[in-house]
Structure formats: structure tokens, C-alpha cells
């Protein structure tokens, strides 16, 4: 079985521009989590998404968003890019919305901000 | 809030055993998870507890002690392939959300 992946897996962008960035859930999970990964630091949480709806949020600016289709696919698009947003961003997917259902992550986006 | 505290760097022989702390203190517990990260990798799960005591799974062990906000990840016989980066992660109240410590970087060396 495919696990989560991602795409695109290295991208460059300038200062002001916008980002999308997507994720595929492993069959069968219907709940995709976002998380921010700075160089040498742990993952910070960006967002959850279970069925579609938004079920939390991480302390993020507006400027972030997100969204999940029917196929539970997902999307994280962040707008007038900062420096500060070269990351590793990172989906992970689950069976259920609660719980200690085992996060799985995909290897990741790599977002340069020049 | 929460806080996650656990050492930047070790260093340890291949065939040796390695501890790797976790401290806490979270608003909310819902269990704690271990996972791995290669550079450049995704993070890749190793443990979860949620009670006290020792969880055992081949070379690596996970423990907790909820009331003293701890935890543990023992690695064992050491093999080079073992340097990683090590997180330490809580799920916190509402259990949708894990935090993660920043990491412990272990080098094995021969």
C-alpha cells in the first residue's frame, strides 16, 4: 500500500508569493493533520482536517489555510510568503479524528523562501 | 500551554544502549509517542505510551510515569543505522493534536 505522499517534494519561492502544497492520505485514513518543521526543530502543528471539516487549528496567522476533499485528499496554501516559512511541511494521516490512532507522515515539502 | 523538554544531542557506541529523556508538562494527557527521523526523512513512529511502565518492542523501549511528567526511549545493541533524530511527542486534551519536543540528535559512532 501507497503511504502518505506529498507533493511537491523541493520548492523555491520569493517573498510575497503563495504556496500550495498537497497530500494524499493512506487508504483508508480520513483524517489529514499538517505540521510546520523548522531546521532543528520538532514539527509544530498547522491544522486537522477529518471529513472535510477543519477540527484544529495551530497558532498560525491567517495567511495559512487548508481544505479537504471528498476523497480526502488536502491541500495547504499559505499566502505572502515570509522568510520565515522555509520549512519542512509535513502531512500525516490517520484512521480517525481522536484517539491515539498512530500518525503516519509523509516525507515531506520542502518550502525555500528567498 | 505545553512543554516539552528533551536533550539536543547524544552520542553513543554502536553495541551499546542508549537512554533518551522526555520531560513534560502539558495542560491534558492522552498519551506519549516516540518517533524516529532520518535527515532529510519523515518522521517514522516508534512508540506510544499511555500508561505507566515500560512498553518493550524489540531493540527499543518506551517509558512513562505520568505523575513525574517523564519518559524514556532505550535504545539497545546500537547500530549505526540508529543515528537519528529522536521526538518526543504529546497528545494533548482533545487528542487530535500532538506536540512535539525539538529533538534529540543521536550519532553513533563505531
Known amino acids: 500500500d501507497a503511504g502518505v505522499t506529498q507533493s511537491p517534494t523541493h520548492l523555491i519561492k520569493t517573498r510575497g508569493q503563495h504556496v500550495t502544497l498537497r497530500c494524499s492520505p493512506i487508504?483508508?485514513?480520513?483524517?489529514v493533520s499538517w505540521y510546520q518543521q523548522v531546521l532543528g526543530q520538532g514539527p509544530q502543528f498547522i491544522f486537522q482536517?477529518?471529513?472535510?471539516?477543519?477540527?484544529g487549528r495551530g497558532n498560525f496567522p491567517d495567511r495559512f489555510s487548508a481544505r479537504q476533499f471528498p476523497n480526502y485528499s488536502s491541500e495547504l496554501n499559505v499566502n505572502a510568503l515570509l522568510l520565515g516559512d522555509s520549512a519542512l511541511y509535513l502531512c500525516a494521516s490517520r484512521v480517525g479524528s481522536f484517539g491515539a490512532n498512530v500518525l503516519t507522515f509523509g516525507a515531506g515539502s520542502r518550502l525555500t523562501v528567498l | 500551554g505545553q512543554n516539552i523538554d528533551q536533550p539536543t544531542e547524544m552520542t553513543a557506541t554502536e553495541g551499546a544502549i542508549v537512554q533518551i529523556n522526555c520531560t513534560y508538562q502539558?495542560?491534558?494527557?492522552?498519551?506519549l509517542f516516540w518517533y524516529q527521523q532520518h535527515a532529510g526523512e519523515a518522521p517514522t513512529f516508534l512508540s506510544y505510551?499511555?500508561?505507566?511502565g515500560l512498553e518493550e518492542k524489540g531493540r527499543f523501549s518506551s517509558f512513562l510515569s505520568r505523575s513525574k511528567g517523564y519518559s524514556y526511549l532505550l535504545l539497545k545493541e546500537l547500530q549505526m543505522k540508529d543515528s537519528a533524530s529522536y521526538l518526543c511527542a504529546v497528545l494533548g486534551a482533545g487528542s487530535y493534536q500532538l506536540t512535539f519536543g525539538k529533538g534529540t540528535k543521536l550519532s553513533v559512532i563505531p
Open positions: 505510551n499511555v500508561l505507566d
Open positions: 502539558t495542560s491534558g494527557f492522552n498519551g
Open positions: 482536517y477529518y471529513e472535510k471539516e477543519e477540527r
Open positions: 487508504s483508508g485514513h480520513k483524517s
